[in-house]
């Protein structure tokens, strides 16, 4: 098969990412350059990445948004990828993404209407069991942009791609693996509760014991009842759970803050 070449910049930002930078990396060898932005790792996340690409730059953390604004910043390339570490191209999305970024290509032409970005699509995991219902159910993302129509939100946490153009949907499929321990999942759930919260509470949001209560019950029936994730076994209701707990803490949260405030 010939390999065309194709004008795609990979951003991926990192903190202690070692156990998970070596197969992200792996899925994304055909890009035209990968950008890793790091925030201060203490393990061999650096180490192992310059091993994959020379574009390798160092910052503090400002949040989500900014950080990947950040990394933005050094790519080149027309095409942009945002991903995560803990995410992977599959073999399918990466043939995709060569046909998608190849230089003047017509494939972006949609009823004289030029795409500018591409929603993709999410094959996520609880641990090892792949999740096919409740909240993570037909998961999909603007992660695929054209730099002259899109830019990247100052969300502090879970930031998304503005988009000045029509979007489309690409079939290949993004594989997530969030959670490497029961450990890693608590550390990342209390991280983002808290980071949510701040963001509420800059924004003037409060919250009390019921709002907590009552938002975390919710979040565990549509996740765990009203979007089936109860098919997915004991990993759907673990999932749902989980996802509960971490509504709870986050209004937990910012409940505390306008207390401290007081």
Not at 35 to 58: C, N, R, W
């Amino acid at each position: 098969m010939v390999m065309h070449p194709i004008s795609l910049s990979v951003l991926i930002v990192t903190y202690n990412e070692a156990h998970n930078i070596e197969a992200c990396l792996q899925s994304v060898h055909f890009a035209t350059e990968v950008i890793i932005l790091d925030s201060g790792s203490t393990d061999k996340t650096v180490e192992m990445a310059k091993q994959y690409t020379p574009h390798v730059f160092h910052a503090d953390w400002p949040g989500d948004g900014p950080q990947k604004k950040r990394a933005f910043s050094y790519a080149t390339q027309q095409w942009i990828l945002v991903l995560d570490a803990d995410e992977r191209v599959s073999p399918e999305l990466a043939t995709e993404l060569r046909q998608l970024c190849a230089p003047n290509t017509d494939v972006h032409l949609n009823a004289q209407k030029i795409i500018a970005g591409y929603d993709i699509p999410y094959q996520s995991y609880y641990f090892e069991h792949p999740i096919k219902f409740g909240d993570w159910r037909g998961e999909k993302h603007l992660r695929l942009f054209n730099r002259d129509y899109g830019e990247i939100s100052d969300n502090i946490v879970h930031c998304h791609i503005k988009l000045s153009g029509q979007k489309s949907k690409t079939k290949g499929k993004i594989i997530h693996h969030p959670f490497r321990s029961l450990d890693a999942l608590i550390h990342k759930m209390n991280v983002y509760s808290t980071e949510s919260a701040k963001y509420k509470f800059s924004h003037h949001k409060k919250a009390s014991l019921f709002t907590a209560v009552t938002h975390a019950l919710w979040c565990f029936v549509r996740g765990y009842i009203l979007k089936l994730g109860f098919l997915d076994g004991s990993s759907g209701f673990m999932l749902a759970l989980s996802n509960a707990h971490g509504t709870y803490y986050r209004y937990l949260k910012l409940r505390s803050m306008h207390y401290a405030k007081s």
